[in-house]
């Protein structure tokens, strides 16, 4: 009886030793889940727990659970908790189930440009009209049809270039400094205002000032027309 007892007391005190990482991490063997914290063992627990629900193949959870143990042996040396290096438990089962997500791609630059520019040319078209209404004499200062259309492209390019620099600074960490920001911004208004000294002084029909009401019309029908073009081309990298 004593020895019975006795061969009971060992098994049951050989459990009670068995890490916390090795009950919550199933197939996973006990050598690579040792040195895990309680908190990291937990997580993988809630990982198994939620992928076993969603009935994802036992295979793809073992190599998961493997994978994971493997990376945070190595980053909870650095203070890195599996919550901060996964995110939460949904986020991280997500990733598993759905594979990771795509990096989202930029824009072209095109795309951008033809963008603000039609933007460009409604708010001078809403510009000139105004204008024309309450100043019968500014159609001397507003130029014409060509100059609306080579100054909305200008400011179009000059409007996407800037948001492409600014977009490249953010996305590598480095803060545009405020001089940069300024010059830049200098640089581009000198390049329209220049452009518009040229156009605004070619003569003929094809640069002549239109009516208030055509400059609304215009407006309306680019306006329809940019829309259209951000659903189709899917355009979402502009401020606008």
Do not use: H
């Amino acid at each position: 009886m004593g020895i019975i007892l006795a061969e009971n007391n060992k098994e049951t005190g050989s459990k009670q030793t068995l890490p916390e990482t090795e009950k919550v991490t199933g197939k996973v063997e006990k050598k690579d889940t040792a040195e895990l914290t309680k908190r990291n063992a937990e997580y993988l627990f809630k990982i198994k727990k939620v992928l076993e629900e969603k009935d994802v193949a036992s295979q793809k959870i073992e190599d998961a659970l493997q994978s994971m143990t493997e990376e945070l042996k190595e980053k909870q040396r650095q203070g890195i908790t599996a919550t901060k290096l996964y995110g939460t438990v949904n986020e991280k089962v997500d990733e598993i189930v759905k594979g990771p997500k795509k990096a989202p791609t930029a824009t072209p630059f095109w795309k951008i440009a033809l963008d603000n520019g039609l933007m460009m040319f409604m708010m001078f078209c809403i510009m000139y009209a105004i204008l024309q209404q309450f100043s019968p004499n500014s159609s001397q200062i507003n130029g014409g049809f060509l100059t609306l259309i080579v100054t909305s492209v200008i400011a179009g390019v000059a409007m996407a270039y800037f948001y492409r620099v600014a977009g490249d600074r953010r996305t590598s960490g480095k803060k545009l400094p405020f001089w940069k920001t300024m010059l830049l911004s200098l640089a581009l208004v000198v390049i329209w205002v220049s452009a518009y000294t040229l156009v605004v002084n070619v003569p003929g029909i094809i640069n002549q000032t239109l009516e208030p009401v055509v400059y609304v019309v215009l407006a309306a029908l680019v306006f329809g027309l940019r829309y259209f073009l951000k659903k189709k081309y899917d355009i979402k990298s502009t401020p606008f």
